[in-house]
């Protein structure tokens, strides 16, 4: 019976161990977090639908847009021009722009509602795609003093206004990996087939 007792305690703390271990070995810090290798924004520009999303506030069930997609075209040689389409609930429709300014590194753009670049502005960096299925996007918009972010915004998005199981799950496993609670992000509704 000690023997069991004392074996049970010693599985105990090395599970305890092995959680404090894996918990330890994942770096919150922003400028740990890597883009898209070898990122080619040739074959990222495009429709995307917006599959899943996460916003540093709430948004009310009822303020949520439906259909959500946006199509990037290049605008000039440093920047994309991104257009925004979207319903609300009551089926209005939405249509504005925004900006993607790029860097020296690829993959890692800076978004601004303005295409001079003022305004609200959101680091925002290819994760992970294949260009084809799906794309992992994440956005931060306060640094806090110790290099996490402060304001973290993500998405999930799909060359069609659908995705796999598995996709969502490959991409939801990336996001444990930046430090988002892949759990907290809300699913958008396409009731629209996107081709209009």
Known sequence: MEVMCVLSSVVFLVLIQLVVCKNE?????????????NFNLKQYLGTWYEMKWL???????????????????MNTDNQVLVSITARNSSKHCLYFNAYLNLTATPGKMVLSLQPDGGGDTYTYWVIDTDYVNYALTYACGEMLPNGTCGKVRSWIWSRKTSISQTLL????????????????????????????
């Open 169 to 196: 799950n490959s991409t939801e496993v990336l996001l444990n990996g930046l430090c988002v609670d892949a759990s907290s992000l809300i699913t958008t509704s396409h009731v629209e087939d996107g081709n209009d």
């Open 25 to 37: 070995t994942i770096n919150c810090q922003v400028n740990t977090f890597q883009t898209k290798q």
């Open 55 to 73: 916003v540093p506030f709430d948004v009310p069930v009822a303020d949520r847009y439906l259909d959500y997609r946006h199509n990037y075209t």
